[in-house]
Nanobody, 121 residues
């Protein structure tokens, strides 16, 4: 089991910045990838960014956030971050922390409860 707690959401004007945090606890040694998804009202949940926990920690970003958002992790704190700069009203959504776990060859995904980001124009 892995527990995830997000924080850092809020209201910001267009062009502003926010940093989201996701603290992980539980079987964190079995996490193979971590990431952020978002869901805007009336839309499907979509990938924002993902980072692999092994090796070089490769990252993948949605085209809509490339160059503006940065995903990172602090292994010592068991925490993942999403630095969001130059925010746009289109970034308004519920943001969810996500981890992919492989334990005893069984894969499972875990989700946080979400944090709200609102960008005003």
């Amino acid at each position: 089991q892995v527990q995830l707690v997000e924080s850092g959401g809020g209201l910001v004007q267009a062009g502003g910045s926010l940093r989201l945090s996701c603290a992980a606890s539980g079987s964190i040694f079995s996490i193979t990838a971590m990431g952020w998804f978002r869901q805007a009202p009336g839309k499907q949940r979509e990938l924002v960014a993902i980072i692999n926990t092994g090796g070089s920690g490769s990252t993948t970003y949605a085209d809509s956030v490339k160059g503006r958002f940065t995903i990172s992790r602090d292994n010592a704190k068991n925490t993942m971050y999403l630095e969001m700069n130059n925010l746009e009203p289109e970034d308004t959504a519920d943001y969810y922390c996500y981890v992919h776990v492989v334990l005893s060859r069984i894969a499972k995904d875990y989700w946080g409860k979400g944090t709200v980001v609102t960008v005003s124009s």
